[in-house]
């Protein structure tokens, strides 16, 4: 892990295919009940190569104690949150601003899954529920094809406010839920989630795993002439926010699918090649004409067989 970086970086980020569990330090926060934390985890292992139909994603789901966070998870909530949004403001894509406002995230406390959901489901369908740590990658695919998303509810603790190599609920719901309440990007993630599960062929869940990468963590955005943030791997960090907008040694290029999922990527550094989308309904109508050729595919695979 690299201490420069202020965003996390998943080895075993599920849209790259890995069943591998790490994140089993959420168990031990007292936000989290750990029985019910402990079978949350063993119902997600249990299914991680279950067929698409047999996925029971509410085993996985556990609870958020909402009244458990300590003063100190208030306080790096509210510290993080100040210093994001004042760059933000001015470097985050409007659709992340307005969409942070759509669903109430407040700088005063850790947000309230059920109350961001009485927002946000109204808009797009999508809901965030809390899982109690990283989940196997089919178990990932499916929360998202059903439009919900597995949410990590821990707080950093403020000796590491700068960087934290698993996700928490910073990154998950300050850095990806906003983006939930576009129609674009709410229909874009769903059927991601819905091709990921088609698909059994490691060819192109190693391109999947990359078109997350460089939108949904590290994805650009042009807006009124200017490049913007939206990568909830650059909302949720300053030093590479900052990096991916001003620095000479980043190749900025335009999104195009076909180069995105032949693009590998790096995980211990500053990205050097980012991919910029003209708009979010880009991104969804690019999705869509993948996640038809990986049925397609299928149905030719099942018909040879
Ligand atoms: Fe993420």
């Known amino acids: 892990m690299n201490p420069k970086s202020g965003s996390h970086r998943r080895d075993t980020h599920p849209?790259?295919?890995s069943t591998e569990m790490s994140g089993t330090g959420a168990l031990q926060s007292a936000v989290i009940a750990s029985d019910e934390a402990r079978r949350a985890l063993e119902a997600a292992n249990a299914q991680a190569e279950y067929p698409a139909e047999r996925l029971d994603i509410d085993a996985m789901k556990i609870a958020q104690h909402w009244d458990r966070y300590t003063a100190e998870d208030h306080e790096v909530w509210r510290t993080i949150f100040d210093k994001r949004m004042a760059q933000l403001e001015h470097s985050g894509s409007r659709v992340f601003l307005r969409g942070a406002e759509a669903i109430a995230l407040s700088r005063d406390e850790v947000p309230r899954l059920g109350e961001v959901n009485a927002l946000l489901t109204p808009m797009t369908g999508w809901s965030s529920h809390a899982v109690p740590g990283y989940i196997p990658a089919r178990c990932f695919f499916a929360f998202l094809a059903k439009r919900q998303f597995p949410t990590t509810i821990?707080?950093?603790?403020?000796?590491?406010?700068?960087?934290?190599?698993?996700?928490?609920?910073?990154?998950?719901?300050?850095?990806?839920?906003?983006?939930?309440?576009?129609?674009?990007?709410?229909?874009f993630l769903q059927?991601?989630?819905?091709?990921?599960?088609?698909?059994?062929?490691?060819?192109?869940?190693?391109?999947?795993?990359?078109?997350?990468?460089?939108?949904?963590?590290?994805?650009?955005?042009?807006?009124?002439?200017r490049l913007k943030l939206y990568g909830s791997g650059l909302i949720s960090s300053e030093g590479e926010g900052h990096h991916a907008l001003v620095s000479p040694e980043?190749?900025?290029?335009?999104?195009?699918?076909?180069?995105?999922?032949?693009?590998?990527?790096?995980?211990?550094?500053?990205?050097?090649?980012?991919?910029?989308?003209?708009?979010?309904?880009?991104?969804a109508d690019a999705m869509n004409r993948y996640a038809k050729k990986l049925l397609e595919l299928r149905r030719v695979r099942k018909v040879a067989a």
């Open 191 to 225: 059927i991601y989630g819905q091709a990921a599960l088609t698909t059994d062929d490691p060819v192109h869940t190693e391109r999947l795993a990359r078109l997350f990468w460089f939108t949904v963590e590290f994805g650009l955005i042009h807006e009124d002439g």
């Open 154 to 187: 821990t707080v950093r603790p403020k000796s590491q406010m700068d960087y934290l190599p698993e996700p928490d609920i910073i990154h998950d719901v300050f850095g990806h839920v906003p983006l939930h309440t576009d129609p674009s990007f709410a229909e």
């Open 15 to 17: 849209a790259m295919g």
């Open 250 to 283: 980043v190749d900025r290029r335009p999104f195009d699918l076909e180069r995105v999922c032949d693009t590998a990527f790096e995980i211990h550094h500053y990205q050097p090649i980012l991919y910029v989308l003209d708009s979010f309904e880009q991104l």
